[in-house]
T-cell receptor
Framework: NAGVTQTPKFRILKIGQSMTLQCAQD?????MYWYRQDPGMGLKLIYY???????DKGEVPNGYNVSRSTTEDFPLRLELAAPSQTSVYFC??????????????FGPGTRLTVT | KNEVEQSPQNLTAQEGEFITINCSYS?????LHWLQQHPGGGIVSLFM???GKKKHGRLIATINIQEKHSSLHITASHPRDSAVYIC????????FGTGTSLTVIP
């Protein structure tokens, strides 16, 4: 199993550009998550999904969009990049029992710089 | 005020020492997680617990639901344990502590 994969590893964007961060998992997990980690700060949840076709906002969703058309893929879209979105982005997945998520498996992260 | 507080923020230990990292939370939770983030940035889940105690190798995690407190212990610490340890809770939302940076000196 590849686990959770993310692409790209690094990206530099100009203000106002858009891009999609890709995330895929091959563990058949129903839960998937997107986090951002700013320097010296904790992880913050952007969006999450409890299954294909279902997404919900986390703590910091503004400026981002997600979709979950398949169990495996959970792309994160930045429409109008702003310097405040400079961060490291982590995707994660987990399975759940009776609606409660279990341990999360994290991707390697995408380092995004907006200038 | 953060929903999850960790202490200490930074910790330096000699190889072989017993290490304790603390986590306190202020919200209702269904589970508490301990994560490890290595200098390269990769994040690994160490434990998920909702009561009692779990042990994996030299790592032990405990939780006291009434006191809203958890501890992560590392016995016989080793330089390869050097990492950032993150406490996270899941309840209505997901909350993360800012992490404890551990350096183990040979």
């Amino acid at each position: 199993n590849a686990g959770v994969t993310q692409t790209p590893k690094f990206r530099i964007l100009k203000i106002g550009q858009s891009m999609t961060l890709q995330c895929a998992q091959d563990m058949n997990h129903n839960y998937m998550y997107w986090y951002r980690q700013d320097p010296g700060m904790g992880l913050k949840l952007i969006y999450y999904s409890v299954g294909a076709g279902i997404t919900d906002k986390g703590e910091v969703p503004n400026g981002y969009n997600v979709s979950r058309s398949t169990t495996e893929d959970f792309p994160l879209r930045l429409e109008l990049a702003a310097p405040s979105q400079t961060s490291v982005y982590f995707c994660a997945s987990s399975y759940s029992t009776q609606g409660a998520p279990h341990e999360q498996y994290f991707g390697p992260g995408t380092r995004l710089t907006v200038t | 005020k953060n929903e999850v507080e960790q202490s200490p923020q930074n910790l330096t230990a000699q190889e072989g020492e017993f290490i304790t990292i603390n986590c306190s939370y202020s919200v209702g939770i269904s589970a508490l997680h301990w994560l490890q983030q290595h200098p390269g940035g990769g994040i690994v889940s160490l434990f998920m617990l909702s009561s009692g105690k779990k042990k994996h190798g030299r790592l032990i995690a405990t939780i006291n639901i009434q006191e809203k407190h958890s501890s992560l212990h590392i016995t016989a610490s080793h330089p390869r344990d050097s990492a950032v340890y993150i406490c996270a809770v899941t309840g209505n939302q997901f909350y993360f502590g800012t992490g404890t940076s551990l350096t183990v000196i040979p």
